[in-house]
């Protein structure tokens, strides 16, 4: 075991900076322990490895532990993850330049979550497939598939986490994932064909920057522009990735921010304002904005097993 401890040189909200890179509840590489102590699993360039976070709230300090052979890896990486590349103060800045042009909610949100960044996994692939299978589909469909197939492929975590925990699989585990493996799991020949093809280009994805990324994601099949963004976000900690697209967002940001529903364009225009900081906006909202009231049916929950 590898222990570190990193003061922030600043406000941080550890569990909300966080959670973005869990997927559902049952999510095999991220758990929350009893004690609040959060668990994740990360397939790093040295290997294998598991991460427990707590934070040591009087002294204002994060304390990590690691095990595995990617141990070193993550603890050398905590700060990014936590945001700490994350130029928050630029935000701020531009908050107090629009002024009254500001939206009132904005302004409240930035102040009462002054703890939230905009971390970065700097592991492309391992962002990518998850939001592969979150395309055009309920969370709760996409979890199901993300649960089933690191169970069933992705390897024991190292060290003493909670029973179950996997870690993410090689490239080269993904690409020989048999077909009746995803429909076991629930994702469909178009999904399943765009994580293999993917695979096949995960090194050199890695190896890209933020906007280099954000051009070769787009050039592989199966992947736009939200998948890109969704992808960007956590990997990348692109602060300003707009999942445009999303089936959500816009009435999200229009009813928070006019009190009525908008679209993608509607969302851009409302959004533009806070360039550079667009998905961190969308963030804030999704703590502490407003959704118009539902008048309609839920998108169901499909299964493709029973196909």
């Excluded at 497939?129 to 024991?156: N, T």
């Excluded at 999303?246 to 509607?266: I, M």
Aim: charged share 25%.
């Amino acid at each position: 075991m590898r222990e570190r401890r990193w003061r922030p040189d600043g406000p941080l909200d550890v569990e909300r900076t966080l959670a973005p890179h869990r997927r559902g509840s049952g999510d095999p590489a991220w758990q929350v322990a009893p004690d609040r102590a959060i668990w994740r699993t990360c397939r790093t360039p040295e290997g294998a490895g598991t991460l427990r976070v707590t934070v040591q709230a009087r002294e204002a300090v994060v304390v990590a532990q690691a095990w595995g052979p990617g141990a070193e890896w993550m603890l050398e990486t905590l700060p990014r993850l936590l945001g700490a590349d994350d130029e928050v103060s630029a935000f701020q800045g531009l908050v107090e330049r629009l002024g009254l042009e500001c939206h009132q909610l904005i302004r409240e949100l930035a102040s009462r979550h002054g703890g939230l960044r905009v971390g970065r996994t700097l592991r492309v692939f391992e962002a990518l497939v998850p939001a592969v299978l979150e395309q055009k589909v309920v969370g709760r469909e996409a979890w199901r598939a993300w649960r089933w197939l690191l169970l069933k492929h992705g390897e024991p975590a190292p060290g003493p986490a909670p029973t179950a925990m996997r870690v993410f699989p090689e490239p080269e585990v993904w690409r020989k994932v048999p077909s009746w493996d995803w429909h076991r799991a629930g994702a469909e020949a178009v999904r399943a064909r765009t994580i293999v093809n993917a695979a096949l280009y995960a090194e050199k994805l890695e190896a890209a920057g933020p906007l280099e990324a954000d051009r070769l994601l787009r050039a592989l099949p199966g992947i736009g522009v939200w998948t890109s963004a969704e992808t960007r976000q956590r990997a990348h900690g692109d602060p300003d990735a707009v999942s445009v697209g999303d089936y959500h967002l816009p009435s999200l940001v229009g009813w928070s921010l006019t009190g009525r529903k908008t679209d993608d364009a509607g969302m851009l225009e409302l959004l533009a304002p806070y360039l550079g900081h667009r998905h961190r906006i969308i963030r804030l909202l999704e703590l502490g904005g407003r959704r118009p009231p539902a008048r309609g049916p839920r998108m169901a929950v499909r299964d493709y097993r029973a196909f």
